[in-house]
């Protein structure tokens, strides 16, 4: 029973986690109206971000990074925020023109495909877990979801 409580829980953070996306691209995409810019939205969005993971660091009491792990860190370990960036760029300049559930049933789709192959080949170190025939038909069902949205 434990365990189907953490279940619960761990599916309530997610489902919780997936409410706050789409309240952040209405956010952000009205704030793209306003200023005019889906760039100048989305670098506040991610200041606001920023601050917001500066309090979380200090109330967590978490020790700075020293010079030893940032040094034997690869570079391209860095670049996330980067392909964060392109995401919430397409994602406010799409919203107004698509509505909230086809981005978000698109980002989602996209999300799937890449996990898939990221899983079966074990890109950039995760562990290698196969293509399978009801994985396979999970990602189709995601796909002829984003179809169904948009009719």
Known sequence: MPELLQLLGFALLGIGAGVSFVIQQA????LRVCLGSAS????????????????????????????GPVARSSW???????FGAIYIVVAIALL?????????ALIVTGQMLASLAFDHFGLLGLSQHPVSLPRLAGALLLVAGVVL???
Request: hydrophobic share 60%.
């Open 96 to 104: 107004p023109r698509l509505g909230a559930a086809t981005v978000v």
């Open 149 to 151: 949205i948009r009719l």
């Open 40 to 67: 100048w939205a989305a670098f506040i969005s991610y200041l606001g971000g920023t601050l917001t993971m500066l309090i979380v660091l200090l109330a967590m009491r978490e020790p700075w990074l020293s010079a």
């Open 27 to 30: 956010l952000n995409a009205n």
């Open 76 to 82: 391209w370990l860095w670049t996330g925020g980067f």
